[in-house]
């Protein structure tokens, strides 16, 4: 089965900050969001910490086909989120500060077309 796959950088003060808001955000998601494999991608192979990355893997068949829900669903967890902890992530090369679900979703949707993953338009 083909996979997208959507890049989230978790901003920080400090790569500490970060990598506590990183864990967060992977909590916050697994909770809230189905259908999502998330996966931490680490940058810096000299630290001990797992990275300030996810990678968001939606990997079901109507992920495969449509990545209109999964897409959306991630969209307004991520939103939730930054909204809750005044955080800031970069999606593919997009910085989101604070945006409201449907432009997340846009922007995932953008990230993953940057990819290289088939996506239809919503």
Do not use: C, F, Y
Not at 15 to 21: K, V
Not at 77 to 87: E, S, Y
């Amino acid at each position: 089965m083909n996979s997208m796959t959507v890049r989230i950088e978790v901003l920080g003060q400090d790569s500490a900050d970060a990598d506590r808001r990183t864990n967060e955000l992977e909590d916050w998601l697994g909770k809230r969001t189905h259908g999502i494999e998330l996966q931490r991608e680490r940058t810096d192979q000299s630290t001990m910490n797992l990275g300030t990355v996810l990678i968001a893997l939606l990997s079901t068949p109507a992920a495969v086909a449509l990545a209109k829900d999964p897409a959306l669903e991630l969209a307004k967890g991520i939103a939730d989120w930054l909204r809750k902890r005044r955080g800031s992530v970069t999606i593919g090369d997009i910085k989101v500060d604070n945006a409201d679900p449907k432009t997340i979703e846009r922007i995932i949707r953008i990230a993953m077309k940057k990819s290289g993953s088939r996506v239809e338009d919503a």
